[in-house]
């Protein structure tokens, strides 16, 4: 039972455009959710996070988005670099349990220079 | 520098022969993970600890042990590994419930 999904396993994206990630979950009881970026051979990167009492979470060129009631999540990336090229997870972690922390089966993500 | 270290980075082993794979963090963290990731699976949760001597069981903990006798270290332990525990496998450590994890660089294991 996948309760993070990401649907889309690869993104291609050209340099300085927007890419756009997603992810569905469907525990309703997650209220805390985490994106990390994976380059090969090297452990998970965290990048950004968002509460469930916020929809909109920016750093720099990063933004998460979160539809509660669509119990979706999106990481937007402006503009896009090659050096973002990599494997994206997200993640999700209920109150109470913050430290079990479900992740998604991660999407791969090219920027095309 | 900051960090969770890993070892062995690889490991090949047969079926039935004990080994632990240990992880240790300089950041004087609370929390502790381990997660192994399979293709098409991404990342799940094997244990976790919240502190020294508290430990609870993750997604897919059948096979692994683990112990946290040190704040600092949090190794995983397969007392009888069989073929489908091959993986990578990867460490974390955060400083607080909800923030980020820190991870290591992975072990992968390999069990023929």
């Known amino acids: 039972d996948q309760q993070v999904k990401q649907n889309s396993p690869s993104l291609s994206v050209q340099e300085g455009r927007i890419s756009i990630l997603n992810c569905d979950y469907t525990?309703?009881?997650?209220?805390?959710f985490l994106w990390y970026k994976k380059y090969p051979a090297e452990g998970p990167t965290f990048l950004i996070s968002?509460?469930?009492?916020?929809d909109k979470n920016e750093d720099g060129r990063f933004t998460v988005f979160l539809n509660k009631s669509a119990k979706h999540l999106s990481l937007h990336i402006v503009p896009s670099q090659p050096g973002d090229s990599a494997v994206y997870f997200c993640?999700?972690?209920?109150?109470?349990?913050?430290?079990?922390?479900?992740f998604g089966t991660g999407t791969k993500l090219q920027v095309i220079p | 520098e900051a960090q969770v270290t890993q070892n062995p980075r690889y490991l090949i082993t047969v079926t039935g022969k004990k080994l632990t794979v240990t992880c240790s963090q300089n950041?004087?963290?609370?929390?502790m993970s381990w997660y192994r990731q399979d293709p098409g699976l991404g990342l799940r949760q094997i244990y976790y600890?919240?502190?020294?001597?508290?430990?609870d069981k993750g997604d897919v903990p059948e096979g692994y042990k683990v112990s946290r006798k040190e704040k600092r270290n949090f190794p995983l332990i397969l007392e009888s590994p069989s073929p489908n525990q091959t993986s990578l496998y990867f460490c974390?450590?955060?400083?607080?419930?909800?923030?980020?994890?820190?991870f290591g660089s992975g072990t992968r294991l390999t069990v023929v």
């Open positions: 525990n309703s009881m997650f209220d805390y």
């Open positions: 600890s919240m502190n020294v001597e508290v430990t």
């Open positions: 974390a450590s955060s400083f607080r419930a909800g923030a980020g994890y820190t």
């Open positions: 993640a999700a972690s209920a109150s109470g349990g913050y430290q079990k922390v479900t």
């Open positions: 950041m004087n963290h609370e929390y």
């Open positions: 968002i509460s469930s009492i916020k």
